[in-house]
């Protein structure tokens, strides 16, 4: 069965438009602030370590509240969890104008700091909530539209935002990013909180998924003494109609905490994939320090020249690229309808994207060294997209929120070791020498990933291929 059209999604499914269409708008405003923040905290100490500490407060934060984001998403409103965390979001994108002003480094990295812990909760709840807004036939599309349109508005809102600060000042990206989440808010407030539930699945579905994830018997048995909910959802059950009564206690939460680690464990492809992205994160945590560096030294002309403008040009390559790849997921996710062709995709897409990314290094203008960067992105974009599906498929709905964000804080938080370890090794190596060695770390896991694949005739699960899920 062929996934659904763009046009088919966008134009029966009302409650993910509106969701997409919000996101369009905040991750304009949010690329904006990225090139502003990244702008002044280099005007204000032209220190690489500064730039790395900033770096380093939007990733290091995922790690800390990524444990009550998910347990969150999977126990209160998602909803709500949205709407808050976009008006919450609004407030802190202003008070980069103040720092901007004082001249405070302190404070721009302390909000950026702030800015990545509240979008932590937010991911949490959109994750979570979007294969339940969708059908089977909807949800690869629907994940190659949201995340596609995301490096796309990372594209474009690097170069303008690049064009702004040179023209405007980054007051006016501030302002931008600020009325996005805004705009966020008011076209997420429509969508009824239900639908971004799941009802309950039948007994007969739930023994085929609890045998296609081959959860561990003991998983299921702890399950049932902390919460005979939670025995259900074992096998895949989510809870169903309406949402769960709030925790009543700290020993609750942790429970919940340990229930999540506990599936991800016993769940080989999901801990396999896990691990990948923890381990991509080695190379792609120092991306951000190395085009600043590039852009600041390298490239840079000398004068009034800060590298606004060679910074932005390899971001908007970058995520051109993700856009690029993200839209070619869709097709990819066609052709992998085989569980061998699904396996070997993605270990060959990340030691691709690693060797296109090292080779950019080397390349002797910006021009270049962006098209092997936009390259090395497409293939990316495509794998995730893949991924990311296939992560949906296989997750029962009273989990997915933990799963999540476990993936995502640990990947994040790997990214914040790989920029510590990067700005301090820019004063000691040229940059061009740790592009090469951010793409060789990067192709690791698909090397790995194939090698367990081939000795270990480790599989992608059935499940995860089909797009029957949710029909």
């Known amino acids: 069965m062929a996934s659904a059209t763009y046009r088919e999604l966008l134009g029966r499914n009302k409650s993910f438009r509106l969701l997409w269409i919000g996101q369009v708008i905040s991750e304009l405003g949010t690329w904006f602030s990225f090139v502003a923040e990244i702008g002044l905290v280099r005007m204000f100490s032209g220190s690489a370590m500064a730039t790395t500490a900033l770096l380093v407060a939007k990733l290091l934060p995922f790690l800390l509240v990524a444990p009550i984001a998910g347990v969150l998403a999977d126990r209160r409103s998602r909803k709500k969890?949205?709407?808050y965390t976009d008006l919450i979001r609004a407030a802190l994108a202003l008070v980069f104008i103040v720092a901007g002003k004082t001249g405070a480094v302190w404070l721009i990295v302390a909000t950026s700091a702030s800015m990545s812990s509240v979008t932590m909760f937010f991911e949490a709840a959109k994750n979570a909530a979007i294969p339940n807004l969708v059908s089977g036939r909807e949800l690869l599309t629907a994940n190659v539209l949201m995340f596609s349109t995301r490096f796309l508005q990372y594209t474009l809102g690097?170069?303008?935002?690049?064009?702004t600060a040179v023209q405007f000042g980054y007051d006016v990206a501030f302002i931008a990013n600020a009325a996005s989440f805004v705009a966020s808010a008011l076209f997420i407030a429509p969508i009824p909180g239900r639908l971004m539930r799941r009802r309950a699945m039948s007994a007969s579905r739930t023994e085929e998924l609890a045998s296609e994830l081959q959860l561990a018997s003991d998983v299921q048995k702890e399950q049932s003494h902390s919460n005979p909910l939670s025995a259900e959802s074992a096998g895949g059950v989510p809870v169903g109609g309406s949402e769960e009564p709030a925790m009543t206690s700290g020993a609750?939460?942790?429970?919940?905490?340990v229930e999540g680690l506990r599936f991800i464990w016993a769940t080989p492809f999901v801990r396999g994939l896990i691990l990948v992205n923890i381990a991509w994160a080695t190379g792609g945590g120092m991306t951000n320090v190395l085009f600043d560096r590039i852009a600041g030294h390298v490239f840079s002309s000398g004068g009034g020249d800060?590298?606004?403008?060679?910074?932005?040009?390899?971001?908007?390559?970058?995520?051109a690229g993700v856009f690029l790849g993200m839209l070619l997921s869709r097709r990819v996710g066609q052709w992998m309808s085989e569980q061998s062709r699904a396996s070997h995709f993605i270990g060959w897409a990340l030691v691709l994207h690693g060797v296109l990314f090292a080779t950019a290094g080397a390349m002797p203008t910006v021009a270049f060294m962006a098209a092997f960067v936009c390259a090395s992105r497409l293939v990316l974009g495509a794998e995730f997209g893949v991924q990311e599906t296939m992560m949906m498929r296989v997750l029962p709905d009273d989990y997915r929120g933990r799963v999540f964000t476990a993936d995502r804080s640990l990947e994040w938080a790997t990214m914040a070791l790989s920029t510590i370890a990067a700005g301090w090794l820019v004063g000691r190596f040229h940059p061009?020498?740790?592009?090469?060695?951010?793409?060789?770390?990067?192709?690791?896991?698909?090397?790995?990933?194939?090698?367990a694949v081939w000795v270990s005739r480790?599989?992608?699960?059935?499940?995860?291929?089909?797009?029957?899920y949710g029909d």
């Open 252 to 257: 609750r939460f942790w429970s919940d905490i």
């Open 306 to 319: 800060r590298g606004d403008g060679v910074f932005s040009t390899l971001l908007a390559a970058s995520g």
């Open 81 to 83: 969890l949205l709407i």
């Open 158 to 163: 690097s170069a303008l935002g690049g064009i």
């Open 432 to 451: 061009r020498v740790l592009m090469t060695v951010a793409g060789a770390l990067s192709a690791s896991p698909g090397l790995i990933w194939l090698i």
């Open 458 to 468: 480790f599989r992608v699960p059935a499940r995860a291929v089909q797009e029957s």
